[in-house]
């Protein structure tokens, strides 16, 4: 296996004492986790997504979601008091994380912000999660996610 990067959430995991399984993929644009779960050869509903949003008042959040659901932009909102929330445009999402959009991971951010899990993530044996760069994710045991990022589990998927 190709060596895989040193990335800011690799810092973070190994600090945290995560055992990671490292799998890198030829990442595809517009491939998301559809590309990613074939190339891994999983079930796209263990591959997760990190996606950076937005409140009406501007305040960025971090949102953990099944690679095969949507977040319900309204639920999401409900969920945590916010008026309104909306994915940032790429650009914005990378200041707020750090990250290159395709390869943001919830570990490392480089804005501390709230994380919220879609609640059936905790329940899974094992996730694939992004490493910190496009091209690699990382097999996880949920428990250390919600050990390490302190999520605020919601339920705010569409199927």
Same mark, same amino acid.
Request: glycine share 8%.
């Given at each position: *296996?190709?060596?895989?990067?040193?990335?800011?959430?690799?810092?973070?995991?190994?600090?945290?004492?995560?055992?990671?399984?490292?799998?890198?993929?030829?990442?595809?644009?517009?491939?998301?986790?559809?590309?990613?779960?074939?190339?891994?050869?999983? #079930?796209?509903? /263990?591959?997760?997504? &990190?996606?950076?949003? =937005?409140? +009406?008042?501007?305040?960025?959040?971090?949102?953990?979601?099944?690679? #095969?659901? =949507?977040?319900?932009?309204? !639920?999401?909102?409900? !969920? @945590?008091?916010?008026?309104?929330?909306?994915?940032?445009?790429?650009?914005?999402?990378?200041?707020?994380?750090?990250?290159?959009?395709?390869? &943001?991971?919830?570990?490392?951010?480089?804005?501390?912000?709230?994380?919220? *899990?879609?609640?059936?993530?905790?329940?899974?044996?094992? @996730?694939? @999660?992004?490493?910190?760069?496009?091209?690699?994710?990382?097999?996880? #045991?949920?428990? +250390?996610?919600?050990? /390490?990022?302190?999520?605020?589990?919601? +339920?705010?998927?569409? !199927?």
């Amino acid at each position: *296996m190709a060596k895989h990067p040193v990335t800011m959430a690799i810092r973070a995991l190994r600090a945290a004492k995560v055992a990671f399984e490292p799998h890198l993929y030829a990442w595809e644009e517009r491939g998301g986790t559809a590309a990613s779960s074939a190339a891994l050869r999983v #079930d796209e509903h /263990v591959v997760i997504k &990190t996606l950076i949003f =937005e409140t +009406d008042a501007g305040e960025p959040l971090c949102v953990l979601m099944h690679g #095969d659901r =949507e977040v319900s932009t309204k !639920q999401l909102a409900r !969920q @945590i008091g916010a008026r309104a929330t909306e994915p940032c445009k790429p650009a914005v999402a990378d200041r707020h994380s750090g990250y290159q959009v395709g390869g &943001t991971s919830p570990f490392g951010l480089r804005r501390p912000m709230p994380v919220y *899990m879609e609640r059936s993530i905790a329940a899974l044996p094992r @996730i694939y @999660i992004n490493g910190g760069a496009r091209g690699f994710l990382v097999a996880i #045991d949920p428990a +250390d996610a919600v050990r /390490v990022l302190t999520p605020t589990l919601v +339920d705010c998927a569409v !199927q």
